[in-house]
Nanobody, 123 residues
């Protein structure tokens, strides 16, 4: 089992920035690809970004490419999502997830996920 706890969400104006963090515990963090997905009210869950276990590879949804950056610190068992130039359409609950590969995660296949943190972007 891997336990994931997200933090860093909040209310921000359009154009602003937020940094989400996800602390992992349990099974070896560095064995897993990590990622973020989000879900807005009334919408389906949407893949946001993923990073390989070594941090050598990353993958982003087109909707966030160039604005969001995913990173990880295996020594701290933590993955981050730096979100810049936020837009109202980025408003959602953001979930941290652990998976086997970036490819599987980009297709919505995760092994573990957290409880989520709310991000609200006002216009």
């Amino acid at each position: 089992q891997v336990q994931l706890v997200e933090s860093g969400g909040g209310l921000v104006q359009a154009g602003g920035s937020l940094r989400l963090s996800c602390a992992a515990s349990g099974r070896t963090f560095s064995n897993y690809a990590m990622g973020w997905f989000r879900q807005a009210p009334g919408k389906e869950r949407e893949f946001v970004a993923a990073i390989s276990w070594s941090a050598g590879n990353t993958y982003y949804a087109d909707s966030v490419k160039g604005r969001f950056t995913i990173s990880r610190d295996n020594a701290k068992n933590t993955v981050y999502l730096q979100m810049n130039s936020l837009k109202p359409e980025d408003t959602a609950v953001y979930y941290c997830a652990a998976g086997i590969t970036i490819a599987r995660m980009s297709n919505g296949l995760y092994e573990y996920w957290g409880q989520g943190t709310q991000v609200t972007v006002s216009s």
